[in-house]
């Protein structure tokens, strides 16, 4: 199969849909590979590196979609790259749909197969792909949290872990799942008092037995959020409902009772965010406050670490860009009902139920 590899256009975006070792890996089982060039410039991931593993290298991205048949990208396509999409191509990134409704409507246009990292599926329900840029995003949380609480930077002037004699900073988690996991074990490395807020009893029972004494759980009420957002100076929005956009769990109304210069990191942002107040934001301009609240949306927060984050990710996706090469998209999704369950656009139609939902647009399974 002929494969794509574009350089990332997204605002300081400098991961790469496939590093030259998994160039070297789809080579060698006899698939051709383009690379425009440039494209993993940036994480030092340099043209010539490619080319050794055996990638052609192209100088735009219009050349590299016209060559390839399957699109490895990392995020989401931009309006450019729609453009350039066809009902020949299949594209293979991250999509986040669900609050991207002129994106889906592009990619219903282009009459592509667009199957998305963040709903591919395994055998355990969780989501393989969205997994390694989750623990990047939680471990991130913490560090950009305590980086904006410092008073430089318009917070409360607060140190995480606090010092002997000074308590701690109050770190509210909202969401237990591998966001919230990693976020909690960076807050709890650094000596911060964290509480985790989760609807699942059993996945409480298991963060209780995990972390023992070292945090606190508590059933995520409207009451009890409140109450925890109030007394916090970090909170963590790490809610995921797969394919479909984040419910909103922190109000307007609740960033009034809380302390003024505290922090709202929203991991949930690329499907629509889970604080009432956020919106998008990017790594050139991270943050902005509402009601004197430190907000910081970033988008694609896993860029701001791109050479770990494409690691990270490649490590992951291969397989599946391994299946999808040698059998093609459609028998490979026959064959894999997990890569099925990725599929979010097909031959001009919305393919994942949760998306159709979250969009108002018609489902066609």
Same mark, same amino acid.
């Given at each position: 199969?002929?494969?794509?590899?574009?350089?990332?256009?997204?605002?300081?975006?400098?991961?790469?849909?496939?590093?030259?070792?998994?160039?070297?890996?789809?080579?060698?089982?006899?698939?051709?590979?383009?690379?425009?060039?440039?494209?993993?410039?940036?994480?030092?991931?340099?043209?010539?590196?490619?080319?050794?593993?055996?990638?052609?290298?192209?100088?735009?991205?219009?050349?590299?979609?016209?060559?390839?048949?399957?699109?490895?990208?990392?995020?989401?396509?931009?309006?450019?790259?729609?453009?350039?999409?066809?009902?020949?191509?299949?594209?293979?990134?991250?999509?986040?749909?669900?609050?991207?409704?002129?994106?889906?409507?592009?990619?219903?246009?282009?009459?592509?197969?667009?199957?998305?990292?963040?709903?591919?599926?395994?055998?355990?329900?969780?989501?393989?792909?969205?997994?390694?840029?989750?623990?990047?995003?939680?471990?991130?949380?913490?560090?950009?949290?305590?980086?904006?609480?410092?008073?430089?930077?318009?917070?409360?002037?607060?140190?995480?872990?606090?010092?002997? *004699? #000074? +308590?701690? &900073?109050?770190? %509210? $988690?909202?969401?237990?799942? @591998?966001? =919230?996991?990693? /976020?909690?074990?960076?807050?709890?490395?650094?000596?911060?008092?964290?509480?985790?807020?989760?609807?699942?009893?059993?996945?409480?029972?298991?963060?209780?037995?995990?972390?023992?004494?070292?945090?606190?759980?508590?059933?995520?009420?409207?009451?009890?959020?409140?109450? *925890? #957002? +109030?007394? &916090?100076?970090? %909170? $963590?929005?790490?809610?995921? @409902?797969? =394919?479909?956009? /984040?419910?909103?769990?922190?109000?307007?109304?609740?960033?009034?009772?809380?302390?003024?210069?505290?922090?709202?990191?929203?991991?949930?942002?690329?499907?629509?965010?889970?604080?009432?107040?956020?919106?998008?934001?990017?790594?050139?301009?991270?943050?902005?406050?509402?009601?004197?609240?430190?907000?910081?949306? %970033?988008?694609?927060?896993?860029?701001?670490?791109?050479?770990?984050?494409?690691?990270?990710?490649?490590?992951?996706?291969?397989?599946?860009?391994?299946?999808?090469?040698?059998?093609?998209?459609?028998?490979?999704?026959?064959?894999?009902?997990?890569?099925?369950?990725?599929?979010?656009?097909?031959?001009?139609?919305?393919?994942?139920?949760?998306?159709?939902?979250?969009?108002?647009?018609?489902?066609?399974?």
């Amino acid at each position: 199969m002929k494969i794509g590899v574009p350089k990332e256009i997204k605002v300081h975006e400098y991961r790469v849909g496939l590093t030259p070792a998994s160039v070297a890996d789809l080579v060698a089982a006899g698939h051709e590979v383009f690379v425009e060039s440039g494209a993993g410039l940036g994480i030092d991931f340099d043209d010539a590196g490619y080319a050794a593993a055996g990638a052609t290298i192209l100088a735009s991205a219009a050349e590299t979609f016209k060559a390839a048949d399957l699109i490895v990208k990392v995020k989401e396509p931009q309006p450019l790259e729609i453009d350039l999409l066809e009902g020949r191509h299949t594209l293979f990134t991250y999509l986040h749909l669900a609050a991207d409704r002129v994106q889906a409507l592009g990619l219903m246009r282009s009459g592509a197969t667009c199957i998305a990292y963040e709903t591919v599926t395994d055998a355990n329900r969780s989501l393989p792909l969205l997994k390694p840029m989750s623990e990047v995003a939680g471990r991130m949380s913490v560090q950009v949290g305590a980086h904006y609480l410092e008073k430089e930077q318009g917070g409360r002037g607060v140190l995480l872990g606090g010092v002997p *004699g #000074v +308590a701690p &900073a109050k770190v %509210v $988690i909202l969401g237990g799942g @591998v966001s =919230g996991l990693n /976020a909690a074990q960076m807050a709890v490395g650094l000596r911060a008092d964290v509480t985790i807020y989760d609807i699942n009893n059993d996945r409480l029972a298991q963060l209780d037995a995990q972390f023992g004494t070292a945090i606190k759980t508590a059933f995520a009420s409207k009451a009890s959020i409140a109450e *925890g #957002v +109030a007394n &916090a100076d970090l %909170v $963590i929005g790490a809610v995921l @409902v797969p =394919g479909a956009a /984040a419910p909103k769990l922190v109000t307007r109304d609740m960033l009034t009772t809380m302390k003024r210069g505290a922090v709202l990191v929203d991991i949930a942002i690329d499907q629509g965010g889970c604080f009432e107040t956020s919106r998008a934001t990017t790594h050139a301009d991270p943050v902005f406050v509402e009601e004197g609240i430190i907000h910081y949306c %970033v988008a694609n927060m896993p860029g701001a670490v791109a050479r770990t984050s494409a690691l990270a990710l490649n490590n992951a996706t291969l397989p599946f860009v391994q299946r999808i090469a040698n059998l093609g998209a459609v028998r490979a999704m026959a064959e894999d009902r997990h890569l099925a369950a990725g599929l979010n656009v097909a031959n001009g139609v919305i393919k994942h139920q949760a998306v159709a939902a979250a969009l108002d647009l018609p489902f066609n399974p």
